[in-house]
């Protein structure tokens, strides 16, 4: 049988400044690391260091078998990786998780909310945006400032495909020509058709409460509503109980869950 | 950077000492099996257990400090080597906790020293004790009296790969049963402070049927109030209750 | 005592001790035995070589048989050879000696079954597979139950009733033992010799049975917390418990023997020639058990002190049973005896 803990390798063929502590790494797998999907995670780290989850900020297609991670340098392997270069190999395990209910946006209003490094996840919806047949979608994202938006060269191409963008950040700077504020009051303005809304949360816990509840006073239900909780892991298969919430592992039963698989355990905000 | 990448220049360490017993100095000299590693991957330009010379300039790249700050001068000296080093870990009870050197703290320092010294000693420059990071910054704890090999091997190997150090955070007990011992708290009475100290010993003492004494430390959000109940419970008297946790905690439980 | 039985084979004999001590002596040439051995008052589980050794009388142990052996304390799951050309990953190679564990009381042995559901699941743990698969099950029916059992009230003993999972099982009858082989592997490669039971065998055993559960103390509504852990989560009790008397050692959940959890770390020498990718059992009472950037999902000692009661007592939904098997370790070795079942009691009052 084979051992589930022996990471891949996998190349770094280049690497994009996002905001100050965030790099995006393109990365280019050993034959072999099965494909993830919008939504899904790698356990991504070094021999020596450690592993941690990170998100597929890019899938691969099917032109490409290379997919992107970015990453904010905040402990011990996410600073590590923050140091790697073009060329340098790197270790994963993966994909793991339920990434987005994709089949459930077919010809709805697909809302995608973000905070944050919580754009990632969501990045690959964007990605294959054509595919998902959804009436109309639009993407909410909020940050800090201005300087610590990430993917800030990709909004233009969204939108020219079609995807509603609206930009808000808490404190705006000089130049800054979007919205002001929490991502919530975006959604209180937003037109949406409850029984024809799927949103796609993801974001700091707190954020992502505030938007479901917004959503919710819209009449939109808990079960079209998804969130991706973010919880320690260190093994990304349902053994190392880290993340446990509830009866639910967050890294084998999610990351993205309904919020009605979620409301009512405690130890979190929903 | 991958860590095998060709680096060539060793890393500068220096280990320093201030009022202690020099015990977890001894340890790094007698590191076993790993001594000769540690020399031959550290550029140990300070370290006068094992070289008698040695220049206490710096730049390190990692200093090593023991002991409590007991005089001025020495903390004149610690922040010299903070400002010359890249990375500080405090190694031992004393330098993180005042350990033994800090049961002065709960009296007044005339007092003791009297007690101590019997007469007036004219040249003594003892002060109230003190932590490390009470004077500077402190980038790790490399906990025990003296330190366990785990966390010692820890911080070095922190060095060698570039990454910060996860030192062990978890109670005796944890490392007590991962050893089976059968517990001497709940089986005999007896007042082990295994409960609320940081691991890092391998559950030492409780191995070879003693009471934990807490030489780690205690661990970051112990329940303090509730161990002190239980070993009232046991028959221990307040003062006894008392010097089992200020026996190497006296400054930080002071606070 | 390994002959064969020309006529018919039996899977369920009433056998003599002397004859069962035989029985199991020959199985040593191939089997490492574990059972539950001396100890200073606590029996506990470790390798014997003489089935005298084995105290079939023993109450509990410390540490769980079942988590000890099979999902082992501390143990390495990987490593990586340093070479110039980066860290090369090798596989330890997988346990595959044939081990008896002797001597598995019934909620020992349903806590075998729970650690099953975790660790062959969707993601099977090659290391615990490997154990499990090479170590033979006997288990035995309880013969005294202590102040702190509570099997009775969550169906998990005192006799052992699940018809698989393990591979013999034994009752101390008095005079007699019974053996019943369960298992097919067990079936195929143990012969028995000896009285099949009769009808008053089995009477008798059921008497037994009924006897020991006169001696039950515990009793709580077992059904029913889910409402009331669910709609009450920030009940007193939780925090008056946990501020005022646990200690956040971890001991409960290290001794339980359906807690899994664990910590995954790497281990590298000064030399830096090997790295070691090392798992530990881990502790969810512990700070920083759910510590991630953002925060700490369970920050206060309330909310670590709940996560063990309701993953025990609630929570079926996980694996379909309940985490507890009513065995009573974490009480009986909590420092301060926290009683899981007396926080229930009063939840639901
Ligand atoms: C499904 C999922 C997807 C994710 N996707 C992404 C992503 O796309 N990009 C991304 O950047 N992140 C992502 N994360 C978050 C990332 O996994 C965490 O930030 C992870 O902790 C980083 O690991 P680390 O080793 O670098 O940090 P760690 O060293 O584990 O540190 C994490 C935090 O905990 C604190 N901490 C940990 N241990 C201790 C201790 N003993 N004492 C004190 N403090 C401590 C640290 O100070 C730090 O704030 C994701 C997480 C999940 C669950
Ligand atoms: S002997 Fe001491 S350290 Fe060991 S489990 Fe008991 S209280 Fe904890
Ligand atoms: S053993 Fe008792 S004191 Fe220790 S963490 Fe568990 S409940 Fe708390
Ligand atoms: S009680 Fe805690 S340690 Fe035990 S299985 Fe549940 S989460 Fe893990
Ligand atoms: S929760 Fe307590 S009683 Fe239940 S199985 Fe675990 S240790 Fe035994």
Known sequence: MKNPYVPFKAVIRGIGQEAGDVKTFLLEPESGFPPGAPGQFNMVGYPGVGEAPVSLSRVPMEDSDLFEHTIRAVGRVTDFLSTFREGDEIFLRGPFGRGWPLNEVKGKHLVLVSGGLGLAPIRPVVQIADKLKARRITLLHGARDPGSVIFKTEFRHWRKKGIDVELTVDEPGKGWRYHTGIVTEIIRRLKIAPAEAVAFICGPEIMMRFAANELFLKDVPGSSVYVSPERRMRCGMGLCGHCQHGVWFVCKDGPVFSYRELRGYPDALF | MPFFSGEKRKPRAGFFKFSCCTGCGFELAYFQRSLEDTLKSFDFTFFRLAYSSGALEGPFDLALVEGTVTEPHQAVELKRIRENSAVLYAVGSCAIAGGIPAIKAGGRELEIEKRVYQKKLYRLTSMRPSVLSDYVKVDGCVRGCPPGRRDLEEALVSILLHRRPEFIEYSVCVECKLRGNICLLVDEGLPCMGPVTNAGCGALCPACHRACYSCFGLMSRANIPALKNKFRELGLSGEEIERRFTLFDALRLKK | ?349
């Open chain 3, 1 to 349: 005592m390994n002959g064969e039985n020309t006529f018919q084979k039996n899977y369920e004999a009433l056998i003599s001790r002397e004859l069962l001590a035989a029985w199991v002596e020959g199985f040593k040439e191939n089997f490492r035995l574990i059972g539950p051995a001396g100890g200073k008052g606590e029996a506990e589980f470790r390798e014997v070589f003489s089935f005298n050794e084995i105290n079939l009388d023993y109450q509990s142990t410390m540490l769980p048989p079942g988590k000890t052996f099979l999902l082992k304390p501390v143990e390495e799951i990987l490593s990586f050879n340093i070479t110039p050309g980066g860290p090369v990953a090798e596989e330890p190679p997988l346990p595959d000696r044939k081990r008896i564990l002797f001597g598995v009381h019934a909620c020992d042995t349903h806590a075998i079954l729970y650690l099953d559901k975790v660790f062959l699941g969707v993601f099977p743990d090659p290391f615990y597979r490997a154990r499990r698969e090479n170590t033979f099950i006997f288990s035995l029916n309880c013969k005294t139950v202590s102040g702190l059992c509570f099997c009775h009230l969550v169906g998990t003993g005192p006799f052992l009733k699940a018809q698989s999972g393990y591979d013999v099982l034994l009752t101390d009858m008095g005079s007699e033992f019974l053996v019943e082989l369960k298992s097919v592997r067990a079936k195929k490669i143990f012969s028995l010799e000896g009285r099949p039971p009769e009808g008053r065998d089995l009477e008798k055993k059921k008497e037994l049975e009924l006897e020991l559960l006169k001696n039950f103390r515990k009793d709580f509504k077992a059904d029913g917390l889910r409402e009331v852990f669910l709609s009450r989560p920030d009940h007193p009790v939780l925090k008056e418990t946990a501020e005022g008397r646990c200690l956040s050692c971890g001991n409960c959940v290290m001794v339980c023997p359906t807690c899994f959890c664990h910590d995954i770390y790497d281990e590298a020498g000064v030399s830096l020639a090997r790295i070691k990718r090392m798992r530990r059992w881990d502790a969810c009472q512990d700070y920083f058990f759910a510590k991630v950037h953002g925060g700490n999902f369970r920050e206060e000692r309330q909310a670590r002190l709940r996560q063990f009661v309701f993953h025990k007592l609630d929570y079926e939904g996980q694996f379909g049973v309940k985490g507890t098997v009513g065995c009573g370790r974490c009480i009986r070795w909590c420092p301060t005896g926290i009683d899981l079942t007396e926080i229930a009691k009063e939840m639901m009052k």
